[in-house]
């Protein structure tokens, strides 16, 4: 009698799990795919529900593809996604911005200020409860940090051993920050760069690490910026195509490597993903919480508004209101700006009245309002 697709005999289960295995690939947004199941922390990156916290730019460990911009490379500054910190208020106040379920700490390298580290998943698991999960990312075999960050609640550990110890993984420290972090409660992978030409050492790397004790791996599409390009070009690796930043070969390394058997789950993550998917709903997200009844909201989740340029705000705004008969909710001063904002269809009407310094502008929902395209509607 045939046996039924996908079900285990207990006499051939050896000859069968490699099978199951592949049958159970997945995709994610993006083109990404994925082995077995996906860590928590990335569940939510999917949805844009997770606040990026950079914590530090400064980074010891000297990763030749290390994307980081020249901006925040070695500049010990922290950022709540896109914005600069001052205060723990703005952490908490960006969190609440986008209706963060979670945070992804990161770097530079969050374990060279452990004790900063800690302080800001107190801050976090403080004002959200337990169930925000934070998840951190790190390269530096700091044992000692482990115990810290696990008292303060870390809840996922993602670490980064570097290319070199790939197919000599057992022994490490990386080795032993698996062992401890798991020891401590907290759920821990490894996170690296699918590097062309590398696969053999990344199976070994996984293998070992699988035995170990981690519970997943994710491996990211190796990309170009400015400030790796040179060690990138210098080593022989180009860019895949003419529209975006990936290396060649490194999204084939990926989708081999997850597609062969391993005993625990292997997420490839492409570089598309963080503009297409990850910023898009992130953004979506801010846009619900923070946007005005004069706002139209863009399926980017950028903000669409109308805005009138002056040097007194506060005192235009009564007089352009009474003029035109406009309803409170679609007019506002923003004295910051030197400007007033208002419906961006009842700023297409009253425009040739109103005369120069009259635009439509698309920005994003952030603290910033960074503006991503501005259309005069009337000339100067």
Known sequence: MMQRRGAVSWRHQSTYIPFLYFEFMKDTPGDGLYSGSLARGCTQCIRGAKMVLFVTGVCDVGCFYCPVSFRRANVDAVYANERLVSSDGDILDEARRMR??????????????????????????????????????????????????????????????????????????????????????????????????????????????????????????????????????????????????????????????????????????????KDSVQLRERMKRMAEVVRWSGDVVTGDGTLVRGIIETADPERSLPLIKKKFGIPAKFIRADRQRGRIEIAPWIAEEIAPEVGAGTFIVEEYPSAEKTEVERRPLTRR
């Open 100 to 273: 963060a379920l979670g945070t992804g700490i990161t770097g530079g390298d969050p374990l060279i200020v452990p004790e900063r580290t800690a302080h800001y998943i107190s801050l976090l698991k403080g004002a959200f409860g337990g169930s925000h999960h934070i998840h951190l990312y790190t390269g530096r075999p700091n044992l000692r940090a482990l115990p810290l960050i696990a008292e303060a609640g870390l809840d996922e550990i993602r670490i980064h051993p570097p290319e070199s110890t790939w197919s000599r993984f057992s022994g490490t420290n990386f080795d032993r920050m698996v062992k401890e972090s798991r020891a401590l409660g907290m759920r821990t992978g490894l996170e690296v760069p699918a590097i062309p030409g590398m696969e053999r050492e990344l199976a070994e790397l996984i293998d070992a690490a699988a035995g170990s004790g981690a519970q997943f791996v994710n491996l990211n599409e190796l990309e170009m910026s400015e400030s790796n390009a040179a060690n990138l070009r210098s080593k022989g690796y180009e860019l895949a195509n003419d529209y975006s930043n990936s290396i060649a070969g490194s999204a084939a390394a990926a989708e081999g490597t997850v597609r062969r058997s391993f005993p625990i789950p292997v997420h490839y993550c492409p570089s598309s993903f």
